[in-house]
């Protein structure tokens, strides 16, 4: 009974905490869309970057139409997770914000849910868009299932990247952060093939390239249009998995440091 009492005790709760987190994902959500300097090149540049290399320059290439939706996919889902946790916990935290939050009466883990929500909806506005010119475009042609696990596997890739975000925006301060995140963002996306395939870089660049969780996240999306990968969905899923338990368990240490 009182296993019963204590179920139904957190689940009241939990019902009354859900619209905390609403509310905090719903201002989060704005809070970005008022920003054009963040909205606009992370909504636009992984479309730009596809009309241009992936079907102007391979105009009737089908095969690298495939190979491009599917990584530009992946691409698309970095930004607004790095450029999400990186440079706005690091902007909120040197302006006292994110201790503000922590006094207030908010849900814990409502403020990272709400970014993470953020950079789960961006990536699916920016699949959903790469996904409509590649059909009408590129000749792209998938199952539906198809369609739906490049989906999933884009807009669930935000998870490593908030996690390697947060990692960033927990310790670097707000003038430095930006720059990190391009040192990061830009090289991790053509060491890891998202750009171009592997086998175009030199061969000791491809030999690194699964140290990067987007070339994991690259070899889950590539595996959901038939295109060649390395390795199981197992092993990607179990090391991307660790990499976000990992930063997020050195981020939550530093985060506490300097609170």
Known sequence: MNAIAQSTVMSSTAYRSLPAYVLEAKYEFLRVLRTPSFAVPTLMFPPLFFLLFGLLLNHGNAGAAHYLFATYSVFGVMAPSLFGFGVAVAIEREKGWLALKRVAPMPPGAYLLAKLFMAMLFGALIYLVLAAMAFALGGVRLAFLQWLALGVVSIG???????????????????????????????????????????????????????????????????????????????????????????????????????
């Open 157 to 259: 890739g935000a998870l490593p990247m908030c996690a390697l975000g947060l990692v960033i925006g927990s310790r670097a301060n707000a003038s430095a952060a930006p720059a990190i995140v391009n040192l990061i963002y830009l090289p991790m996306s053509f060491l890891s093939g998202l750009w171009m395939p592997l086998s175009m870089v030199p061969h000791f660049l491809a030999q690194i390239a699964p140290l990067w969780p987007a070339w994991h996240l690259g070899q889950l999306a590539l595996m959901t249009t038939g295109q060649p990968t390395t390795g199981g969905i197992g092993g990607h899923l179990l090391w991307l998995g660790a990499f976000s338990a990992v930063c997020f368990g050195i981020a939550r240490r530093w985060l506490a440091r300097s609170s």
